[in-house]
Every structure is written in structure tokens, then in C-alpha cells.
């Protein structure tokens, strides 16, 4: 069987929660040992500037993520890791699939189309507020992509359009010059990739109702007693596909205890009990995580020097593509 290359970016605002760690961390670094698959992740940190102005929020979140991967386990010797701004060839990428991008194309996007939804909402000039980075930030994606030939790119729903705009850029530059691009493909994870917050909707820091990854044992404990739960009584039967510790639950436990769990909601399990054996659950799995992540949180350092190497790396790739795309165009040395 073929090689597979998977890319996906963290965009470096905010701080992780369970919410990201099952949905999107944990899956990626378990991908990343197949034999099969070469792994390219990165922090999208030209991508936090689009939504976030906070110089200070937007590198201790790097600094956060990075520590994150890193204390989880993720292999850097096997999976490249890398920061995306240290690799030059994307900002150029990014501009000369700017000039190839349609701007109709970006009309459609999402995000955008939001952000003008909202301001006609209120009266206020469509425009308002919405900068050239939001605008183009599908084609800063294609770059980050279509850099590495990457095939398979696991993102969560909100971000499959991106990746289909992607494979249209790149579609349109072979067209339009010479095969250079390989055509990606989004891949959603679709087990349990949306874990509900405290408040039962979808966690999200948006909503003000995550549970940060490493909390430490007595804060975690917490917030997930914290958890909104109906107010049936011990001893009455509560329903697990409407309760969000059961969800929880089934996130981080086997198959067996699982069923287990499911049975004891079926019985009456105490809110209180469940919750209780919730917080062990979760904290046996992250606990040695969170020794690691303390440590690195601790030594910059480290986390800055396997970022470098990783972007060296990527860099092997990135220099290769870059002329290839140049060539393509006609930019470069005269001849
Ligand atoms: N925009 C993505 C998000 O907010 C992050 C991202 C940036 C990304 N570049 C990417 C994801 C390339 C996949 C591939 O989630």
C-alpha cells in the first residue's frame, strides 16, 4: 500500500480542552503511529492573527499547544511538527495562489459570509470590521495544504468547505499550468468527534463551557461536578443518551466500561457517583500527560528547539515545492 500523507493545523488561539483532545488531538497522534501514514501537523499561528489581535493570548497559546502534542506523545521524530511561520514558502504559496484563487470562490466562505450576515443584521455596512486575512483565509489554508501534497486533512465539519476550496485551487493552478498540486481531501472524524460542553451544548470556547485539557486533579474535579445534569434522584433510572457525563464517559472509556456505565445509569446511578467515577476515569488517562506537560510548560526551551527541527524538516519539503511552483509561473532566474 501506498504511502498517505495527513496534514492538519491548530490555530494557536485559546487553550486546549477535552473537547479538542478527543476530537481532534488524540485520533491525530494515534494516526500518526500507522506505519502507513506520514504526518504533518502544525500551529497555525499566521491563522490566529485573522481572529485574534492579542499578541500576548496568541504566543501563550502556541506555547500551550505546542506542549500539549508534545506531553501527549506525539512523535516528532516521526511525524513532522512544525510552526507555520517558519516556513517562508508558505507566505509566498499564499500569494501566488491569491493570484489564481477566484475571489468568487471566497465570497462563498463561510466564515465570511457570517461575519457580512452579522453586520447586515445590525444595520452596519457589510464590510465592517472584516479584514483581507478573514477574506483570504481559505486561500492561507490551500497554501498550508497544497505545500506538502498532503491527501488526507482531518478537520472538523466547520472547516470542509476550506478544504474543498482547497482542492479547487489547486485544481484550477494544474489547469491553468503544470500538474504540480495533488488533490486533498477532507476527513472527519466521525465517532464521537463532538463532545458537549458543561452546559450540554457542543464544547466550545465560544460558549464559555469547556473543561481544559490539564487542569490539575482538584480543579478538574470541579468542573465536571459542575456538569449540568437533570434533578432525578438516586435510585431513579436517567436516560445516558441524554446526559452529558454519559457522553463524557463514553469518550474516554473502553467498550466494556462503557456498557458498564449504561446499565448503572439504567439502574439510578447517583449524579453524584457518576460524576465521581467520571473524574477518576478521566484523570487516570491524563494524568501522566499532565506531569509531561507541566515539565515542558516549564522549559521553553525544549519546546522551541523540536519546533525548529521540525520546521527544518517541513522546510526540505517546502524548498522543493516552492520551485516547482515558481517554475510553473515563470518567477525566478533569468535564463
Ligand atoms: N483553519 C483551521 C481551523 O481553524 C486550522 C488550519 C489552518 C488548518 N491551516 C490548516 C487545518 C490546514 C487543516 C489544514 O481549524
Redesign the pocket.
Known amino acids: 500500500m501506498a504511502m498517505q500523507r495527513v496534514?492538519?493545523?491548530?490555530?494557536t488561539t485559546g487553550t486546549v480542552h477535552l473537547g479538542n483532545y478527543v476530537g481532534a488531538i488524540r485520533p491525530a497522534i494515534l494516526a500518526s503511529r500507522d506505519e502507513l501514514s506520514e504526518s504533518f501537523f502544525?500551529l497555525?499561528d499566521y491563522?490566529a492573527l485573522i481572529k485574534c489581535s492579542d499578541p500576548a493570548l496568541i504566543r501563550q497559546s502556541s506555547k500551550e499547544i505546542a506542549a500539549t502534542w508534545l506531553a501527549l506523545g506525539l512523535d516528532t521524530e516521526k511525524a513532522v511538527f512544525y510552526r507555520?511561520s517558519d516556513i517562508p514558502e508558505i507566505s509566498e504559496l499564499n500569494w501566488i495562489l491569491c493570484c489564481s484563487a477566484a475571489k468568487g470562490l471566497m465570497n462563498r466562505a463561510h466564515a465570511y459570509k457570517s461575519s457580512i450576515q452579522a453586520n447586515e443584521d445590525v444595520g452596519e455596512d457589510a464590510d465592517f470590521g472584516v479584514t483581507m486575512g478573514l477574506f483570504s483565509?481559505p486561500v492561507?489554508?490551500a497554501a498550508?495544504?497544497l505545500m506538502f501534497n498532503?491527501e488526507k486533512?482531518?478537520?472538523?465539519r466547520?472547516?470542509i468547505q476550506?478544504?474543498e476550496m482547497?482542492r479547487d485551487i489547486a485544481q484550477r493552478f494544474n489547469h491553468n499550468f503544470t500538474e504540480v498540486f495533488s488533490l486533498?481531501e477532507a476527513v472527519v472524524n466521525e465517532d464521537g468527534a463532538v463532545l458537549q460542553g458543561t452546559d450540554g451544548r457542543k464544547m466550545s470556547k465560544s460558549y464559555s463551557n469547556t473543561i481544559p485539557l490539564f487542569l490539575s486533579e482538584k480543579p478538574l474535579r470541579k468542573a465536571i461536578n459542575k456538569i449540568r445534569t437533570n434533578l432525578l434522584e438516586p435510585g431513579v433510572p436517567k436516560d445516558p443518551d441524554d446526559s452529558t457525563v454519559f457522553q463524557l464517559w463514553a469518550a474516554f472509556a473502553s467498550t466494556e466500561e462503557t456498557a458498564r456505565m449504561r446499565n448503572e445509569f439504567q439502574a439510578g446511578i447517583a449524579w453524584g457517583e457518576a460524576k465521581k467515577q467520571l473524574f477518576e476515569l478521566i484523570n487516570s488517562e491524563l494524568a501522566d500527560a499532565r506531569d509531561n506537560y507541566t515539565r515542558l510548560m516549564d522549559d521553553p526551551g525544549h519546546i522551541e528547539s523540536v519546533l525548529l527541527q521540525g520546521a527544518e524538516r517541513a522546510r526540505q519539503y517546502s524548498g522543493k515545492m516552492i520551485c516547482k511552483v515558481r517554475e510553473a509561473v515563470g518567477i525566478g532566474a533569468i535564463r
Open positions: 496534514l492538519t493545523g491548530i490555530t502544525f497555525a491563522h507555520q483565509y492561507l489554508m498550508d495544504i498532503a486533512i482531518p478537520v472538523g466547520d472547516q476550506h478544504v482547497a486533498p
